[in-house]
């Protein structure tokens, strides 16, 4: 039996509106977010103007669909991440360094993610509440790791008030970190009584700082 229609043109549709991001993707990063124009994603995507704006009413729109992709990309990082680790704590060290990697790979999706908040506030309904869904969705992947660290001990009850909480905590402090690598070109200064310090070497530091300060005995 064929293919339903309305099944294949579905399809037809969401392969148009992922070709629509591929494109907007490809033209922000050689031109920039500012610099480029509806004309220049069309052109890239090979669709007219018209049919483009039947997907994406503005640039902006276009924009908080890419954010989605990259909290999709995260969420499935981190979700694989923890799944490859048994105990609570082996968790929240994965998602770390799974995060890390995230930025090291995927740096648009990362600055993508870091003006989530701002996207959103300019969102419809539906974007906006979708976006907050992908959000939730990667933060409870940090909560379930803890959850499990709380049971299985390997996280120090008495540290732990609400695990959402601390998995903002973990999330901010790390983000942070990076930030800071980020604005210091990627490496840091070298001082005269330490030997040079990689964003890399700090970054990871920060992990198992994070990582040990949740431990139920020291690391």
């Not at 229609?5 to 922000?28: G, H, P, S």
């Not at 799944?83 to 995927?106: M, P, V």
């Not at 990667?138 to 803890?146: E, K, L, R, S």
């Amino acid at each position: 039996m064929s293919e339903p229609l309305k099944t294949r043109r579905e399809k037809e549709k969401q392969a148009r509106y992922d070709a629509i991001l591929d494109a907007a993707e490809l033209v922000f990063s050689e031109k920039g977010y500012e610099r480029t124009s509806m004309d220049d994603i069309a052109r890239t995507a090979s669709l007219s103007r018209g049919l483009l704006y039947v997907y994406f009413k503005d640039k902006s729109s276009i924009q908080r669909g890419i954010v989605l992709r990259a909290g999709e990309s995260i969420c499935r990082r981190l979700e694989q991440a923890r799944g490859k680790a048994t105990t609570g704590l082996a968790q929240i060290s994965a998602i770390g360094n799974a995060y890390y990697q995230f930025y090291r790979e995927q740096p648009d999706y990362f600055a993508a993610l870091t003006t989530a908040s701002t996207v959103r506030a300019e969102a419809d309904d539906e974007q906006a509440e979708a976006m907050l869904c992908s959000r939730a969705e990667t933060m409870g992947q940090m909560v379930a790791a803890i959850q499990l660290g709380l049971e299985d001990g390997t996280i120090n009850r008495e540290r732990i008030h609400d695990p959402l909480e601390t998995a903002l905590y973990l999330r901010g402090a790390l983000h942070g970190v990076i930030m800071l690598c980020q604005s210091e070109h990627d490496e840091l200064p070298e001082s005269t009584a330490h030997s040079a310090l990689t964003a890399e070497s700090l970054i990871r530091h920060t992990i198992d700082m994070l990582t040990s300060s949740l431990a139920s005995q020291a690391l």
